[in-house]
T-cell receptor, first 114, second 115 residues
Framework: AQSVTQLGSHVSVSEGALVLLRCNYS??????LFWYVQYPNQGLQLLLK??????LVKGINGFEAEFKKSETSFHLTKPSAHMSDAAEYFC????????????FGKGTTLSVSS | DVKVTQSSRYLVKRTGEKVFLECVQD?????MFWYRQDPGLGLRLIYF???????EKGDIPEGYSVSREKKERFSLILESASTNQTSMYLC??????????????FGEGSRLTVL
């Protein structure tokens, strides 16, 4: 059975600092991995996804994530945080790229201070 | 743009009331979902539907039912609301089959408070 663990329920950074949000997965088959973002008072939207085409995946708003099979990780990064990045971020895993099979992590809230 | 619309953003109901949460999508998606979002617990799947009149239980279906009479509309029903159902409810939709890329399109959520 798949599972996903997001390390750190809350991450705080200063504007301009590196953003690193951690996600580790457990899957018995090659996984499909996703990051979703939820801005305040909104639903979730897809940030980026890994589907085996490339280990480094670029998403919207300058975010990227790297799939590391040896570490079973899919950490999300952004070189320079912006105030508008403050949101909740969810990592999700699926074993078949189907939306019906997505398993979400518990989420990480990112705070950005000026 | 895909639009998933949840009819009520905020609701306050009393214990024992029947509650309907409505969701409509305009992209002709086959799949529709209801999730519950609670702090520290992330998103938990209540029910999903892959076609009209078809439904599958998710991880936490107890106390809920759903209805999908038309492709674009998916309703979540709380037959007798209880205080432990106070939560944020998120509706989502997606393509199915070969068009399913794993991307879900979410509504803005319905925050339900049961007193």
């Amino acid at each position: 059975a798949q599972s996903v663990t997001q390390l750190g329920s809350h991450v705080s950074v200063s504007e301009g600092a590196l953003v690193l949000l951690r996600c580790n997965y457990s899957s018995s088959v090659p996984p499909y991995l996703f990051w979703y973002v939820q801005y305040p008072n909104q639903g979730l939207q897809l940030l980026l996804k890994y589907t085996s085409a490339a280990t480094l995946v670029k998403g919207i708003n300058g975010f990227e994530a790297e799939f590391k099979k040896s570490e079973t990780s899919f950490h999300l990064t952004k070189p320079s945080a912006h105030m508008s990045d403050a949101a909740e971020y969810f990592c999700a895993v699926s074993d078949n790229q189907a939306g019906t099979a997505l398993i979400f992590g518990k989420g990480t809230t990112l705070s950005v201070s000026s | 743009d895909v639009k998933v619309t949840q009819s009520s953003r905020y609701l306050v109901k009393r214990t024992g009331e029947k509650v309907f949460l409505e969701c409509v999508q305009d992209m002709d998606h086959e799949n529709m979902f209801w999730y519950r979002q609670d702090p520290g617990l992330g998103l938990r799947l209540i029910y999903f539907s892959y076609d009209v009149k078809m439904k599958e239980k998710g991880d936490i279906p107890e106390g809920y039912s759903v209805s999908r009479e038309k492709k674009e509309r998916f309703s979540l029903i709380l037959e007798s609301a209880s205080t432990n159902q106070t939560s944020m409810y998120l509706c989502a939709s997606s393509f199915s089959g070969a068009q399913d890329t794993g991307e879900l399109f979410f509504g803005e959520g319905s925050r339900l408070t049961v007193l």
